[in-house]
């Protein structure tokens, strides 16, 4: 999507909804009749596919009241270095909390 659309920057919402989350995962590829691709096939439905996840540990603690990137947790600053990397697109805010005033610049 981020390179058929020409994405140059992300915002990342709803990142305090994984507070709570000890791990996270993070699709990075897929096995498809035996074979590891990165690409997602066109018809879906007439392969057995399966999906390869990137495993990452969930912070566990509340970052609601989190005003800038620096005090973000370590686990968060290192899932949001992987998503950079491996989109190649890097995420410029994160959303902390429904407040319009709870927007960090990364």
């Known amino acids: ?6 994405v140059t920057k992300l915002v ?10 000890p791990q996270l995962k993070a699709c ?4 498809i009749n035996g074979e590891k691709t990165d690409h997602v096939p066109f018809q879906m ?23 800038s990137f620096d005090e973000m947790p370590v686990q968060l600053k290192n899932y949001i270095q992987y998503l950079n990397n491996y989109l190649g697109v890097p995420v410029k805010y994160i959303s902390n909390g ?7 610049a990364v």
């Open 45 to 67: 439905n007439r392969m057995n596919i399966q999906p390869l996840y990137d495993n990452f540990e969930g912070w566990v603690k509340k970052i609601s009241e989190i005003q």
């Open 1 to 6: 999507a981020c390179m058929i659309n020409g």
């Open 28 to 31: 990075s590829s897929y096995l």
């Open 12 to 21: 990342m919402t709803k990142t305090d909804k994984f507070d709570e989350m």
């Open 98 to 104: 429904p407040g319009r005033e709870q927007i960090v």
